[in-house]
């Protein structure tokens, strides 16, 4: 039997509009799962834009005033898609509301916000899930299954890295990214967050970290008109960046690897390399979000004759790949990542049960950013608290 799902989604800007077309994705890609998306209700400040995703997405009705999305009783579950000054009201009123809650990351402004609204998550007891979509990749998925297997020995080494340089150009506006009011930190929430949920997926735990930050570009046009951080301006005012650009960190993990992250706005060269190297006692991998359909891959016992890195191709053996084509080498796109992470969440929402990436791995991301931020402060190694209890 069919189960439709009551979506609504707040804020309807670019993000907004990729869980919606998300969502519809689902009948398409995974018909096995009996899952229809019903797209109730959209929230957005501008008209132009509730209006568009009429149009373009059937919602039923819109609304200017988000509290309406929860408010709504053919609303199930609602997507927060809003700056991240905004998700502290809107996950905590969806709470009270009984409506389970996909909110993009980094979720709080800091990471104490953060664990506010997973421990309040916990206690309401809806479910949740949030946007860590490059974890979605089938060849990430099949490398996670192969360590799981202990295929690659002992984890020794990780090394993650986000460098996203949409900021390197001086003439980007000064958008609510740059701003600590609201987006709160920088890097450290926007690309650090995704590069630590990878890291605490593939080789686990974190118990130290020393780290440390830096603002390369320490002021930016004031827009003129509504605009993003890919929004260009220049002839005009200028207002401070409050909020690093830069974050690296050396990290020791529970099991007993070594590594260090790093990520980046303002650097040249690189548009998305979300990248990852790790090495064990009886292999290694490598991967790069830019090349997402591609996994280098050593194993001791795959060809000791001929010994370095295969590069292998996306298959439909891999995780999630033949639902969306079955022939190898046939790529996915960043979008399908989108599909595949909201069909694990509305998967959960109807079976009643938790589905990674919730807010409690959100609040263990946030545990670590807390101690690369004390870093930052004392110069030194710091250890991660405990997260949440388990």
Same mark, same amino acid.
């Given at each position: 039997?069919?189960?439709?799902?009551?979506?609504?989604?707040?804020?309807?800007?670019?993000?907004?509009?990729?869980?919606?077309?998300?969502?519809?994705?689902?009948?398409?890609?995974?018909?096995?799962?009996?899952?229809?998306?019903?797209?109730?209700?959209?929230?957005? #400040?501008?008209?132009?834009?509730?209006?568009? $995703?009429?149009?373009?997405?059937?919602?039923?009705?819109?609304? #200017?005033?988000?509290?309406?999305?929860?408010?709504?009783?053919?609303?199930?579950?609602? #997507?927060?898609?809003?700056?991240?000054?905004?998700?502290?009201?809107?996950?905590?009123? $969806?709470?009270?509301?009984?409506?389970?809650?996909?909110?993009?990351?980094?979720?709080?402004?800091?990471?104490? +916000?953060? *664990?506010?609204?997973?421990? $309040?998550?916990?206690? #309401?007891?809806?479910?949740?899930?949030?946007?860590?979509?490059?974890?979605?990749?089938?060849?990430?998925?099949? =490398?996670?299954?192969?360590?799981?297997?202990?295929? =690659?020995?002992?984890?020794?080494?990780?090394?993650?890295?986000?460098?996203?340089?949409?900021?390197?150009?001086?003439?980007?506006? *000064?958008?609510?990214?740059?701003?600590?009011?609201?987006?709160?930190?920088?890097?450290?929430?926007?690309?650090?967050?995704?590069?630590?949920?990878?890291?605490?997926?593939?080789?686990?735990?974190?118990?130290?970290?020393?780290?440390?930050?830096?603002?390369?570009?320490?002021?930016?046009?004031? /827009?003129?008109?509504?605009?993003?951080?890919?929004?260009?301006?220049?002839?005009?005012?200028?207002?401070?960046?409050?909020?690093?650009?830069?974050?690296?960190?050396?990290?020791?993990?529970? !099991?007993?690897?070594?590594?260090?992250?790093?990520?980046?706005?303002?650097?040249? !060269?690189?548009?998305?390399?979300?990248?990852?190297?790790?090495?064990?006692?009886?292999?290694?991998?490598?991967?790069?979000?830019?090349?997402?359909?591609?996994?280098?891959?050593?194993?001791?016992?795959?060809?000791?004759?001929? /010994?370095?890195?295969?590069? =292998?191709?996306?298959?439909?053996?891999?995780?999630?790949?033949?639902?969306?084509? /079955?022939?190898?080498?046939?790529?996915?796109?960043?979008?399908?990542?989108?599909?595949? +992470?909201?069909?694990?969440?509305?998967?959960?929402?109807?079976?009643?049960?938790?589905?990674?990436?919730? =807010?409690?791995?959100?609040?263990?991301?946030?545990?670590?950013?807390?101690?690369?931020?004390?870093?930052?402060?004392?110069?030194?190694?710091?250890?991660? $608290?405990?997260?949440?209890?388990?």
């Amino acid at each position: 039997m069919t189960r439709n799902v009551g979506i609504g989604v707040i804020a309807m800007g670019w993000m907004g509009m990729t869980h919606s077309r998300a969502y519809q994705q689902i009948v398409h890609r995974f018909p096995q799962s009996d899952l229809t998306p019903r797209l109730v209700i959209c929230a957005d #400040s501008e008209p132009s834009r509730t209006d568009e $995703a009429v149009q373009r997405f059937g919602f039923e009705r819109t609304t #200017s005033d988000w509290r309406a999305v929860l408010a709504d009783a053919d609303v199930e579950v609602v #997507s927060i898609t809003a700056p991240n000054g905004l998700h502290r009201e809107m996950c905590l009123a $969806a709470f009270d509301a009984g409506k389970h809650v996909f909110c993009e990351k980094p979720v709080g402004r800091c990471p104490a +916000e953060t *664990l506010e609204i997973a421990a $309040a998550a916990r206690d #309401s007891g809806v479910h949740t899930f949030t946007g860590f979509c490059y974890r979605w990749s089938p060849v990430v998925q099949e =490398l996670k299954k192969l360590i799981e297997d202990g295929r =690659l020995g002992d984890l020794t080494h990780y090394r993650g890295r986000f460098f996203c340089g949409y900021g390197h150009n001086p003439y980007r506006v *000064l958008s609510w990214r740059f701003q600590k009011e609201h987006a709160g930190f920088g890097v450290l929430g926007d690309l650090m967050s995704h590069t630590l949920d990878m890291a605490l997926m593939l080789a686990g735990p974190i118990s130290e970290v020393v780290s440390q930050q830096e603002t390369f570009t320490p002021q930016r046009p004031l /827009p003129s008109s509504t605009g993003t951080h890919f929004s260009e301006q220049s002839g005009g005012p200028v207002g401070p960046v409050s909020n690093e650009d830069y974050v690296g960190a050396m990290v020791r993990f529970s !099991g007993g690897a070594r590594g260090t992250l790093e990520a980046c706005r303002v650097i040249a !060269g690189s548009d998305c390399e979300h990248a990852f190297e790790l090495n064990g006692t009886r292999g290694a991998a490598r991967w790069n979000f830019e090349r997402m359909n591609e996994l280098e891959l050593f194993l001791d016992d795959a060809h000791p004759d001929q /010994p370095g890195y295969a590069r =292998l191709q996306t298959r439909p053996q891999y995780p999630h790949h033949a639902d969306f084509n /079955p022939g190898g080498s046939v790529g996915l796109g960043y979008e399908d990542l989108m599909t595949i +992470e909201v069909h694990e969440f509305l998967r959960g929402v109807v079976e009643d049960r938790s589905v990674e990436p919730g =807010l409690d791995q959100m609040a263990r991301v946030a545990a670590v950013q807390d101690a690369m931020a004390r870093s930052w402060e004392s110069r030194t190694w710091e250890a991660v $608290a405990a997260a949440v209890a388990e």
